[in-house]
């Protein structure tokens, strides 16, 4: 599989778990008040949970990926604390105090806090048309507190933006997972997030909805944040954490959407300025092209990877241990394995994924589309 394909299979990813969250927001609209937020949030992770672990039976653990390490589990604790507890809290109670569609359109945010930090701290590339994009998709933000900045507009678009950090953070840490096995990352960040959330609940006599609507909630989590957090993962595999997001930003749109045809919520002027802002700003993203010569360092690490007889990907040339069990070397195959990296230099259209952390100096003729 070409390095093309294996992104044009991450941006399939990406939109499918856009499209599965940005679902989820105006239907959890509907019942956000029927309970308090900690029980549910808890249960939409608890219904991603279940659903997790249901594909985990359909999908059995293979070589064909590399499983959580020790080393990993200090990024696994923090996404799991502020994407799995932190983000769907400030969520739940943003809904109570704003209209689904603002919410919709506010969680584009997510995109701008997790470029910044994929740029500032996660050495990703973003070209000054990426920082254009931020700066529209944040402006269109702004406009939808229509102008006040008090009482329940404000209160609300700060619940929101807290979630947003709290997901940018996550996407990151995400970033540095990608690597391993998606499926079980997702399965324990669900887990991990459900659990506590539940017994907290309980224990401190939280409000529970009744069974009918604590089942809709299970059953929105398995596919707004279950599946959509697994296929988010895929995508930074094959995107890199700055790309999924320009990606997963045309969730809001998509729940807005579903908030003007199917709930019947009013669309105001405002919102259709700031509609038009933001998503203009999400066409400036997906329009980045980079390219250019640069270098890749030697390295040795583990994850799954792509043999090709063609050599499609330039990146995994390298020799098999005898005792290694490999499919018939004559035939693409996926597995995972620890492998080294040679260094090689070469130029081919690419993203910041983990392979291509690099520089952009005086050194590097870019290319890129600005």
Request: proline share 4%.
């Amino acid at each position: 599989m070409s390095l093309i394909n294996q992104q044009r299979w991450g941006l399939i990813a990406g939109l499918l778990a856009a499209i599965s969250f940005g679902l989820s927001a105006p239907l959890i609209s509907l019942v956000s008040r029927s309970g308090s937020p900690l029980v549910i949030a808890a249960l939409l992770y608890l219904g991603a949970g279940l659903a997790l672990l249901l594909v985990r039976l359909v999908i059995p653990k293979s070589n064909r990926e590399c499983g959580v390490q020790r080393r990993d589990l200090p990024s696994l604790l923090g996404l799991t604390a502020l994407g799995g507890i932190v983000g769907p809290l400030c969520l739940v109670q943003a809904l109570s105090l704003l209209s689904a569609g603002s919410v919709s359109l506010l969680l584009n945010l997510e995109a701008v806090f997790t470029l910044l930090l994929a740029v500032l701290i996660g050495r990703e590339h973003l070209s000054r048309r990426g920082l254009i994009a931020a700066f529209l998709i944040l402006f269109g933000a702004v406009l939808l507190t229509n102008g006040s900045w008090s009482g329940a507009s404000l209160h609300g678009t700060l619940f929101i933006a807290l979630a947003c950090l709290a997901w940018g953070i996550d996407n990151n840490l995400s970033q540095r997972l990608s690597l391993r096995d998606p499926l079980q990352v997702s399965l324990l960040k669900a887990i991990g997030a459900s659990v506590p959330m539940l017994l907290l609940a309980l224990i401190t006599g939280g409000l529970f909805p009744g069974w009918k609507l604590s089942l809709i909630l299970v059953a929105i989590g398995s596919v707004g944040y279950g599946l959509s957090i697994w296929l988010d993962l895929l995508a930074l595999r094959h995107l890199g954490a700055a790309r999924e997001a320009l990606v997963f930003s045309t969730a809001p749109f998509v729940g807005l959407i579903f908030s003007l045809v199917v709930l019947s919520e009013p669309f105001s002027n405002g919102m259709a300025i700031a509609s038009a802002v933001m998503l203009l700003g999400v066409v400036v993203l997906l329009k980045e092209n980079h390219a250019h010569r640069h270098r890749h360092r030697a390295l040795h690490h583990s994850h799954r990877h792509y043999h090709s007889p063609s050599g499609a990907d330039p990146h995994h040339i390298h020799d098999h241990p005898t005792e290694d069990e490999v499919e018939d070397l004559g035939q693409a195959f996926w597995h995972a394995h620890g492998h080294e990296h040679v260094e090689i230099e070469h130029e081919h259209p690419h993203v910041s994924d983990t392979h291509h952390r690099h520089n952009h100096n005086d050194d590097v003729i870019s290319k890129q589309n600005n």
